[in-house]
């Protein structure tokens, strides 16, 4: 998942990104006929880079995010041949950014005081409340994180992004705490051999990351940035993290709050709120092209899954379709529109018949993943060939899926069982 949404400056088509790391709004040149430069300058700070950048600073009579115009906007002008628009805190600094994961859609809500929000994190519930600090100098929002590598363990301040799809982490920092990158990790074990394909695996595998005693994701990758960090922040948190839930941003409380639905366990039998289907959430619509569809995942797959759907077509469907997840935590998602491109090349008569398709239903779970979509993919089987087709998505900037499952699939294997989770701390009293 990537934070941007459609909108257009001055009629022109525009994506918009949100950024509140940053305390300007900035619109690439190639958004604006014939940009007015008003002879002021800004000077903006990045808090994973040792310099500073100037820009000059515009205004933008009218800007459309999604289905809201803002009307003369000051913004720093930035060169891109994408007609790009980065929201900063000159518009984002009194509001709520809210997240829905299952249905890919952000809302602005009123901002609430931080004694409020904290009042709610003590209610029993399954949303937890936590704390954001201000950077003094440059007003960037902080959040301490703890993350997991088999005996090792960093605790350290990271940078919130809205912006990036990746999290990331100083090379420095991690390896004074006893992180390892990459096939490091593996060394020692008594591997006779490692996969070729695996040496293009430079970040630093964790098993666990939490962001309070029990709440985290487990079995993820930080995206390595060399050297130390310019500004004493050790990395930054993105959505690959705060993506796995439904998160609210609260810019002017300073409090994020992420929500996740309730499961349990008893036996072999996995439910979450009253049934076993209610842990699985699935969202379509008929778009242009096909059917868009958002699957998400809300319990954890030790073994991974396969989710089918039920297509409502006028005509009879030669092919099954569905989305297949590997062995992971839960809180993770998957869009994907049925038929993609290249399935028309390669399986013509599943594609056109999909093509007509008007709506997608959750259909059966099977435990276990589809052994020719590793990571998490949608999928389309051929009922007569059995040929299968995928699109899979990858889980690490770059790092492609198939190489990070392999790369934790020895990583399991050498140093044992991943970090039992921590008990979660009982609520304060009212």
């Not at 003590?122 to 936590?130: A, D, F, G, Y």
């Not at 499961?263 to 049934?275: D, L």
Request: overall charge negative.
């Amino acid at each position: 998942m990537r934070l941007a949404v459609a909108g257009a400056v001055d009629g022109r088509p525009a994506e918009i990104a949100f950024d509140v790391a940053s305390s300007a709004t900035l619109v690439a040149d190639s958004c604006l006929e014939d940009p007015t430069i008003e002879g002021a300058q800004v000077k903006l700070s990045e808090p994973l880079s040792p310099t500073d950048e100037v820009y000059p600073v515009t205004q933008v009579a009218s800007l459309r995010v999604g289905t809201v115009t803002l009307l003369g906007v000051e913004a720093a002008l930035m060169h891109s041949q994408r007609c790009v628009v980065v929201l900063g805190l000159n518009v984002l600094g009194g509001l709520a950014l809210q997240v829905k994961v299952a249905t890919r859609q952000l809302s602005f809500v009123p901002s609430r005081s931080r004694e409020a929000w904290l009042a709610l994190g003590k209610v029993p519930s399954s949303t937890r409340v936590l704390e954001v600090s201000r950077d003094p100098t440059h007003d960037w929002p902080l959040i301490a994180v703890r993350v997991h590598q088999g005996p090792s363990m960093m605790t350290s301040t990271f940078v919130l992004s809205t912006r990036d799809r990746f999290s990331r982490v100083f090379e420095q920092p991690a390896r004074g705490q006893g992180l390892l990158p990459g096939l490091e990790v593996l060394q020692g074990h008594g591997l006779a051999s490692l996969p070729p394909e695996l040496e293009a695996y430079t970040g630093f595998p964790y098993e666990r990351l939490e962001l309070s005693p029990g709440l985290g994701v487990s079995s993820g990758t930080l995206d390595v940035m060399p050297g130390a960090p310019p500004h004493g922040i050790a990395g930054s948190l993105a959505v690959d993290v705060w993506g796995r839930f439904d998160t609210t941003y609260d810019v002017k409380a300073g409090v994020l709050a992420l929500h996740q639905p309730a499961w349990s366990e008893s036996g072999h039998r996995v439910t979450c709120g009253a049934s076993e289907m209610e842990c699985y959430e699935l969202h379509s619509e008929k778009g242009i092209d096909g059917i868009n569809t958002v699957t998400t995942i809300w319990r954890p797959l030790e073994r991974g899954g396969r989710l089918y759907f039920d297509v409502v077509s006028p005509t009879a469907i030669p092919c099954r379709i569905g989305v297949s997840f590997s062995e992971g935590d839960r809180g993770r998602s998957a869009q994907h529109t049925f038929p993609w491109r290249r399935l028309a090349q390669l399986m013509p008569a599943c594609a056109g018949a999909l093509a007509e398709a008007t709506e997608v239903k959750l259909g059966l779970f099977d435990e276990g993943p589809l052994d020719e979509c590793p990571g998490v993919c949608g999928f389309v089987q051929d009922l007569r060939t059995r040929r299968v087709s995928c699109e899979c998505q990858p889980k690490s900037g770059g790092t492609g899926s198939e190489a990070e499952r392999k790369f934790f699939e020895l990583y399991h294997q050498v140093l044992g069982p991943a970090v039992p989770l921590p008990e979660i701390e009982p609520s304060d009293p009212d």
